[in-house]
């Protein structure tokens, strides 16, 4: 089972290795031809391609590049040093942790209020879908400008920016949670005389977990979106998404896709955090995974 699924996973990867280096040549072919005219060099495919591959300042720069960026940004400096891409990741993911946590409290909340109080149902459920019709970029501005304002700065306005995405999957993923239990089972409580509180903790609230965690998994990647658009807007220093504006104005092509490799793997080791407390959850519950 595992060798099945490894050989399809292997296929795709080699094969966006070999379109990523075409793309690469194709890109960074002019530089490098105009390089080797400028220093007299006749130029062969190979030679060509090596020219390519290696410009310090490519435009699109190879896989072999970034990792080797990768590693000397992360191991080559001390965790604490602005160089580090170990201290730019932790500030990013400090922000969204913090706006995943109020995320999910507030679209947990509202999913408890969506399914228990009709009005709240037919009133706010069509206003929470329309809030994420609205542009992340367009509104990170004005967050940041607003709350900078209030006096209110630092990991604050990028933990609201954060909560602004993740609140949404938790609460629509956490209503239909609430609302999965079988209608014989709420019949039964109700025969049984149970009120709203023990129907909620003894029904609804366990059958919504296996649909929480599912939402959680998506609140928390999108929480580093959040957190990086918001560190853009706000001129800061540190943080991946001030490493990606940093790499864009000095036209450090390497910086910025080391920062955007840094955020999805960020992303990835967090979506499995949630994943094992998921298992933990639900070993402990002594459900099926």
Known sequence: MTRGRALPVAAVGAALL???????????????????????????????????????????????KILLDLVRTTFGYPPTDPRSLVYHASVTAGSALAGFVLGSVVGAVLAVGIVHVRTLDSSLMPWVIGSQTVPILAIAP?????????????VLPKAAISAYLSFFPVTIGMTKGLRSPDPLALDLMRTYSAGPLAVFLKLRLPGSVPYLFAALKVGVAVSMVGAIVAEL?????????????????????????????????????????????????????????
Request: proline letters at 6%; glycine letters at 14%; zero cysteines.
């Open 18 to 64: 070999v379109l990523w280096y075409g793309a690469a040549l194709l890109l960074n072919g002019p530089q490098a031809t105009e390089q080797l005219a400028r220093a007299g060099v006749a130029w062969t495919p190979w030679r060509l391609a090596g020219e390519a591959f290696g410009l310090t300042r490519p435009i699109l720069p190879t896989p072999d």
């Open 233 to 289: 807007p706000t001129g800061g220093t540190a943080g991946l998404g001030a490493r990606l504006l940093s790499g864009s104005y000095y036209g450090q092509t390497l910086q910025i896709w080391s920062a955007l490799v840094a955020a999805a793997a960020l992303s990835l080791l967090l979506v499995y955090a949630v994943g094992g407390v998921e298992r933990l959850v639900l070993d402990r519950m002594g459900r099926p995974r």
């Open 142 to 154: 004005m967050v940041v400008v607003i709350l900078g304002n209030l006096g209110l700065t630092g």
